[in-house]
Nanobody, 118 residues
Framework: QVQLVESGGGLVQAGGSLRLSCAASGRTFSTYTMAWFRQAPGKEREFVARIWWSDSVSYYAESVKGRFTISRDTAKNTVFLQMNSLKPEDTAVYYC???????????WGQGTQVTVSS
């Protein structure tokens, strides 16, 4: 059974940092892309960042570029999202996802809440 389990969310003041983790299990993800999405209350889910498991090539949404960093630890089968210089508009539930292509994410985590106070 494939599982993606997020952790690391919480409450932080504007300008602060958080590090999210996504522990993946249940299959081999070596050919997959791993991504973070987020959904704020009353808004649609939006893409945040992605990374190819095989070569760690990454891509970011413009809104987080320069502040967030996605990385992966192949030994621990874990993907991270380091979030710095957080803003109130970063407040959302953050989801980890995995898929064989950039357009198809087959697996999703349950989400972790990130709240940034002003």
């Amino acid at each position: 059974q494939v599982q993606l389990v997020e952790s690391g969310g919480g409450l932080v003041q504007a300008g602060g940092s958080l590090r999210l983790s996504c522990a993946a299990s249940g299959r081999t993800f070596s050919t997959y892309t791993m991504a973070w999405f987020r959904q704020a209350p009353g808004k649609e889910r939006e893409f945040v960042a992605r990374i190819w498991w095989s070569d760690s090539v990454s891509y970011y949404a413009e809104s987080v570029k320069g502040r967030f960093t996605i990385s992966r630890d192949t030994a621990k089968n874990t993907v991270f999202l380091q979030m710095n210089s957080l803003k109130p508009e970063d407040t959302a539930v953050y989801y980890c996802a995995a898929g064989p292509t950039l357009l198809r994410y087959e697996y999703w985590g349950q989400g972790t809440q990130v709240t940034v106070s002003s």
